[in-house]
């Protein structure tokens, strides 16, 4: 039934940096762009440091990142630029509120798990992620750590593929 | 049409109820709601501005959607981008007013006729105690200063909200905070908002609800609640809440026709945390680059060489607010090395500005007045900081890069600091310039 991966293998981007807000994921001036393939080039366009990420991001990349990711602003560009690039996973110490479910709605997976920008993982690692159990590991490192798993109905929409056709599979 | 079966849960040991949890309850068609639940949702009214209403509408159509459950509880407002500041901004608002024209959504306001959407929406009868309202735009929390449960929303959850009238919450548990003691002279909802901040942290209220209360809050005005409400997403709150009381029933009998029901939290409601604050020595507030809740005590930056300072934004977009800056400008003009940027929020504002003769005052001492617009405080038109200028904005966020250039810094403060620092050149304190 699912169509949505639960269990990645890839290798990490670790933004270790607490309160990243929505204008430096993806800055009001780029607000205008509603199409999805436009919208990757600009990701972390207002990061110092992670201006190139849209260049040397590969698809199936995975992303961790520190606590309150996505504070601020309502705009759900700031998600959908990570669908862009070709990150299905993005996996974080917290997250804004508002920004988890821009991401839930649009089918894009969150971990949150704390400790996570502690455990010694840097970027380059592969990592296993278990959406299903939450369990995250890095065999090169010996890393194991344990993130929340969705709860029933965020995954339920997750693997759905998104809030619209999560509504059109129950109705 | 969604299945709920495996939400529904035995409620009978849930005693007490917040503000948070009723509203959720009964537009949940419940009886009572559990905190950490999910629970579907219909909503009363889902607002989307310029710059958000595009990206919905392509997920509407994406989804096959065809028409807006109910155009009633759909409001658009051009606020952001407007007057269009460039072309591009331009497309936005003519896809919104196709959109609204397309679908009979009466409640579309037009440049000219409309405002800031957190103060335009409470003053035209659009938002009441007891509401659950959604808005793609993260200062949606506002309206909790009516007693309603109000939260901001992403693009897909608009269009879902649009199709279909309901959202899935998950019910938030909700911090308490009681504030006591006599706010001091000068000193308002802005300077207590970023006082909370500063102690709770930018995500001291993650995915929590705020309910203040307490004999301060009981005592302050309106506009200072919308003011403390609008702030509490910045400390990563889902929404803020005031308990409606008088003031909130004076304020709504400018609406005789509005029928509604207030919501008050039980005696022995649950909070999953509480604060308390004595505010009776308050000192004024100013919040540092680049977090809100870098707040400290005005004579901790006094002297900092200010180039703009902007005065207006839903968070301080009232004729109050304006009065107050005013007042502490003390009929001086603005200092030659400053510019004073004064945004009245809406057309009712900017009329009340006229008649009082507020905005000759301000257009003598040196200010520009711009049109009904977010404009600034997202940096997007109407005072764009450069490289290095540093400015002191009665707005909501200093973030990086958020107000123009990386490089540019924000001070946050109330509109009394920031009369005195307009006239001053650097931040200052009223009594002190």
């Known amino acids: 039934m699912s169509i949505k991966p639960t269990h990645f293998k890839s290798r990490i981007w670790l933004v270790d940096e607490d309160n990243i807000d929505t204008d430096m994921i993806f800055h009001n001036k780029h607000l205008h762009i509603t199409k999805l393939d436009e919208m990757g080039q600009h990701t972390f366009g207002n990061l110092p440091g992670w201006e190139d990420l849209p260049q040397k991001a590969q698809d199936g990349d995975l992303l961790v990142v520190g606590g309150n990711f996505g504070a601020g602003s309502s705009r759900q560009q700031a998600v959908d630029c990570f669908t862009a690039l070709g990150i299905p996973l993005i996996i974080g110490e917290s997250f804004g509120a508002i920004y988890k479910r821009n991401a839930i709605n649009a089918g894009v997976a969150l971990a949150e798990c704390p400790g996570i920008t502690d455990s010694g993982l840097t970027s380059g690692d592969v990592i296993d992620v278990n959406m299903e159990t939450g369990e995250i590991k890095c065999d090169a490192k010996s890393i194991t750590l344990q993130a929340k798993p969705f709860s029933q109905v965020q995954m339920d929409i997750y693997q759905a593929g998104g809030l619209f056709e999560y509504g059109k599979s129950v109705s | ?433």
Not at chain 2, 177 to 196: C, F, R, S, T, Y
Not at chain 2, 274 to 283: K, T
């Open chain 2, 1 to 433: 049409m969604i299945c709920r079966d495996h939400q529904i849960k035995e409620l009978e040991t849930i005693l007490g109820q917040t503000i948070a949890q009723k509203i959720l309850a009964l537009h949940a068609g419940r009886a009572a709601v559990a905190v950490d639940e999910l629970v579907f949702a219909k909503v009363d009214m889902i607002l989307g501005t310029d710059v958000t209403v595009p990206l919905s509408v392509e997920v509407f159509r994406r989804m096959g959607a065809d028409r807006i459950f109910d155009p009633k509880k759909t409001v658009l407002v051009n606020d952001h981008f407007v007057p269009a500041k460039d072309m591009k901004a331009a497309e936005l608002s003519k896809t919104m007013r196709l959109f609204a024209e397309e679908m009979g959504i009466d409640n579309y306001y037009e440049v000219g006729r409309s405002g800031i959407c957190h103060v335009l929406l409470p003053d035209e009868g659009l938002v009441k105690p007891g509401d659950l309202i959604v808005g793609a735009d993260s200062h949606t929390c506002t309206y909790g200063a009516l007693g309603a449960f109000s939260t901001g929303i992403g693009s897909t959850d608009m269009a879902a909200a649009w199709a279909i009238g309901e959202l899935w919450f998950r019910v938030p548990g909700t911090i308490k905070i009681e504030v006591n003691g006599q706010l001091p002279k000068w000193v308002g909802g802005k300077d207590l908002a970023l006082h909370i901040i500063g102690h709770l942290g930018v995500e001291g209220a993650l995915y929590k609800a705020m309910e203040f209360t307490g004999p301060t809050i009981r005592n302050l005005s309106m506009d200072g609640r919308l003011t403390l409400c609008n702030m509490a997403i910045e400390a990563g709150a889902k929404t803020g809440i005031v308990a409606p009381d008088e003031v909130t029933r004076q304020f709504m009998s400018k609406f005789p026709e509005l029928s509604y029901t207030p919501q008050v939290a039980d005696s022995d409601a649950e909070y999953v945390e509480e604060h308390h604050f004595d505010v009776s020595d308050l000192p004024l507030q100013v919040a540092k680059p680049y977090l809100p809740s870098n707040a400290v005590p005005v004579h901790e930056v006094m002297g900092q060489q200010v180039h703009q300072v902007v005065l207006g934004s839903c968070t301080n977009g009232h004729l109050s607010d304006f009065q107050l800056a005013a007042d502490a400008m003390k009929g001086q003009k603005v200092n030659p090395k400053t510019r004073l940027i004064v945004i009245p929020s809406t057309k009712d504002v900017y009329l009340e500005l006229i008649r009082s003769g507020l905005a000759e005052y301000f257009t003598e001492a040196g200010a520009v007045i711009g049109p009904p617009t977010c404009g600034p405080c997202i940096g997007g038109h109407i005072g764009v900081l450069a490289e290095q200028e540093v400015g002191l904005y009665t707005t909501n966020r200093n973030f990086v890069g958020r107000n123009g250039h990386p490089t540019s810094l924000v001070f946050l403060a109330g509109p009394a600091v920031a009369g005195a620092t307009a006239v001053a050149g650097e931040i200052a304190h009223p009594d002190e310039i």
